[in-house]
């Protein structure tokens, strides 16, 4: 008993030590500083354009659980980057990795503590930012339905965060360099943003996007609350994303299917949506969230793995 007090003890002194780390980084608390402006402008910028038409905003009662964070992939993205780019890297080239590990932690102790930290850091920021969007929301469109999912989201939020959490500290412990977990990630993640809605739209091969980190390729339930006049219904994306998207959409509409489009280009330069395929919404669930469980367990094996394995020069 007394041996299973100490294990607790010593590992959650590793876990409080990264909190402080996270909770001083100016790029944290930048990124957080980001997000709350993003989520801001998410809300106040149909009032301003509302205001200059002339036009009363619409009360819109979904606004809430159709819009979770209000930051977008690339918001996700950064608070994977700035929470673990230098975890584990920043112990290396500060020098700090040699007098953590005289300590009597193991590095699986210390790599397990480092990556609740980066949960529970990530886990309070996003609960406070779906608390602001709830009441802004409430605020700005009037009452809100669904409310009760809004835990849902949260969690789908923070798994897919976690794709990137896991892939920048794998690329940070090979590499021993937060600036190349930072700047590998951010090039993986550009190629990405650039290339999905190419491929998505233009290629008959859009299939291969539900197998990548990222947006995925989108498609529609058709019908039910289209986005815009030219949108055939709300759009679904099967990316890894988007789990938190998909994990409503199905608790809303669990028998729905979403059709798939690509562009085909006829004679005179015309342009048309054709439907290429249609598939189950909990196909595409459940797709989403298989993909990125096995990219979050395949990344940080290999970053415990390359930790485990690393030469410490004193």
């Given at each position: 008993?007394k041996?299973?007090?100490?294990?607790?003890t010593?590992?959650?002194?590793?876990?409080?030590?990264?909190l402080?780390w996270?909770?001083?980084?100016k790029?944290?608390?930048?990124?957080i500083v980001v997000?709350f402006a993003l989520a801001t402008l998410?809300?106040?910028?149909p009032v301003l354009?509302?205001?200059?038409?002339?036009?009363?905003?619409e009360?819109?009662?979904?606004y809430v659980?159709?819009?979770?964070?209000g930051?977008?992939?690339?918001?996700i993205?950064l608070?994977?980057?700035?929470?673990?780019?230098n975890?584990i890297?920043g112990?290396?080239?500060s020098?700090?990795?040699v007098?953590l590990?005289?300590k009597?932690?193991?590095?699986t102790?210390?790599?397990l503590?480092?990556?609740?930290a980066?949960f529970i850091t990530?886990?309070?920021?996003?609960?406070?930012?779906?608390?602001y969007m709830a009441?802004?929301?409430?605020?700005?469109?009037?009452?809100?339905?669904n409310?009760?999912?809004l835990?849902?989201s949260?969690?789908?939020?923070?798994?897919?965060?976690f794709?990137w959490?896991?892939i920048?500290?794998a690329?940070g412990?090979?590499s021993?360099?937060?600036?190349?977990?930072?700047?590998g990630?951010?090039g993986?993640?550009i190629?990405?943003?650039?290339?999905?809605p190419i491929?998505?739209?233009?290629?008959?091969?859009?299939w291969i996007l539900?197998y990548v980190?990222?947006s995925?390729?989108t498609?529609?339930?058709k019908?039910?609350?289209?986005?815009?006049?030219?949108?055939?219904?709300?759009?679904?994306?099967?990316?890894t994303?988007?789990?938190?998207?998909n994990?409503?959409?199905y608790?809303l509409?669990?028998?729905s299917?979403?059709?798939?489009f690509?562009?085909s280009a006829?004679?005179?330069?015309s342009?048309?949506?054709v439907?290429?395929?249609?598939?189950?919404l909990?196909?595409v669930?459940v797709r989403s969230?298989l993909?990125?469980?096995?990219?979050?367990?395949t990344?940080?094996s290999i970053?415990?793995?390359?930790f485990?394995?690393?030469q410490i020069?004193?």
């Open positions: 008993m041996r299973n007090l100490g294990w607790k010593r590992f959650w002194a590793v876990v409080k030590y990264e402080l996270n909770i001083r980084k790029k944290f608390l930048g990124v997000a998410s809300l106040a910028l354009l509302s205001n200059m038409i002339g036009q009363p905003l009360q819109n009662p979904d659980i159709s819009t979770g964070a930051i977008g992939g690339l918001g993205f608070f994977a980057v700035v929470i673990v780019m975890s890297s112990e290396f080239e020098g700090t990795i007098p590990l005289t009597p932690v193991s590095r102790m210390v790599f503590g480092k990556l609740l980066a990530l886990l309070s920021a996003y609960a406070i930012l779906f608390i009441v802004g929301g409430t605020i700005v469109y009037g009452p809100q339905n409310l009760h999912l835990p849902l949260l969690l789908g939020t923070v798994v897919s965060t794709v959490i896991a920048v500290l690329i412990t090979i021993k360099s937060s600036l190349i977990a930072a700047l990630t951010f993986i993640f190629a990405l943003t650039i290339s999905s491929i998505s739209i233009f290629t008959d091969q859009a539900n980190p990222g995925g390729m498609g529609y339930i019908g039910i609350n289209p986005q815009t006049p030219y949108t055939p219904g709300i759009a679904v994306s099967t990316g994303d988007n789990i938190a998207a994990l409503i959409n608790a509409y669990p028998t299917n979403v059709t798939f690509n562009i006829f004679m005179g330069q342009q048309q949506m439907e290429t395929y249609t598939e189950p909990s196909i669930l969230v993909v990125a469980l096995a990219y979050i367990i990344f940080l970053s415990w793995y390359s485990k394995q690393a020069s004193e």
